[in-house]
């Protein structure tokens, strides 16, 4: 991994800002739902929540794009920032005059990150190529990944800390702050402008705008391949998604720290990929490393059905092995899917010209946001009335076979193309 990368001014007070500003998202997700689950006692209510957050989130993220690809994206962070951190101080002042968070409280101000955070993603995403070489693509990916990674780990430490020393009102306050230097240290920031800055964005043209990127996308059957690839893996990898902790709680019957360790070798698998993915970006091309290592990720799929197996399950020597068992093809699925998805950032980056990256990436990112609640809507009843084994056989059968039929545009995709010629149509 090129942590040379690190060296360089821009990229590293961008990748400072947002794992700053990421830790304290992550840790107040996780205060909050300590919170509410000890108030309410109701999961139920927890969940509704997330839902809650997802709605509008959907209807807004389709015309971010255009947003992302018409204003100076250096002044939308930092707006963005400073937006979060005002809001998060509205509702810790609220919380300390009142003395307590209700629950509508609570659906508000997750409804206002998520809306936030449905600009912030894209906006980060477009940025990168702009301040990194095109060669530098898929290491810069793979550190944005590592520091997410690693915000991830360290985030509940650090909210069980302040939460259980300061309460939610301390939970907060330091987030209110990591917004806030993150803000700061956006403004170092030198980012080429947009070239569409400079104009007047009106009515009328925000809707052609939005019109010509679904055009655009329309007319590329390689971004629609993709876009329609990553939607069918991200409906199909919800088997993993909710059958680990079927497999883990239902089946095998493990203890909940038991369950927290397999959910930790997935994040290490994460770990891992970033510190590869630049050994197989140099060996193979980017298409070629999107389709052996999502392909490797659907054929591990199916070892959680051996996992499953009845006849395996009944003998309870076996337990144990089948748990460990387990925790290896979550390692290595999570390893393969973490190289996959930094690939694919890549990819977009690479392939999609900047004027429409906002639009295209938006438009991703809705389609899995959609593919995700029904995913786990259609999983949770089939774990309830099918095979587990089968299940997952399905899956990873489904998965093989949507990677084969998209095959030749996911080898057609090379971050070392010309860059007058970075979009290929397959015919």
Sequence with gaps: MKFNLLKEKNFSLLMFGKITSLIGSYMQSFALSLFVLSTTGSATKFASILAVSLIPTLI???????IVDWFYRKNILIFLDLASGIAVSIFAIIYFITGEMSLINIYILVIILSLISTLDNPTLQTI???????????????LNSLLMAIGNIISPAIAALVYGSFGL???FIVNAISFYI???????LVIPKNIKSKEKLSFSKFTSEFKAGISFILKKRDIINIVSLAVILNFAFGSFSIGSAYICKIILKVSDFQYGIVDTFGVIGMI????????????????????????????????????????????????????ILMLIITLFMCLFIGISNT????GMQSIVPLEFLGRVYTVVSTGCMIASPLSSMVYGYLFDKVSVSSIFLISSGAMIIA????????????LEKDENEVLIDIQ
């Design 128 to 142: 990168i190529p702009t301040i990194t070489k095109k060669e530098d693509l898929v290491e810069a990916n793979a």
């Design 182 to 188: 993150s803000a700061i240290s956006e403004v170092f």
């Design 343 to 346: 690939c694919l950032n890549a």
């Design 272 to 323: 891992i990929s970033t510190f590869i993915v630049g050994w197989f970006s140099k060996k193979y091309s980017l298409g070629k490393n999107l389709y052996i290592n999502l392909m490797i990720a659907s054929v591990l799929l199916a070892g959680y059905a051996i996992v499953a197996l009845k006849p395996l399950i009944a003998n309870e020597n076996l337990t144990f092995y089948l748990y």
């Design 169 to 171: 009102e301390g939970v």
């Design 60 to 66: 807004v993220s389709p015309i971010s794009g255009v």
């Design 403 to 414: 990677m084969l039929l998209f095959k030749k545009s996911l080898l057609a995709i090379n």
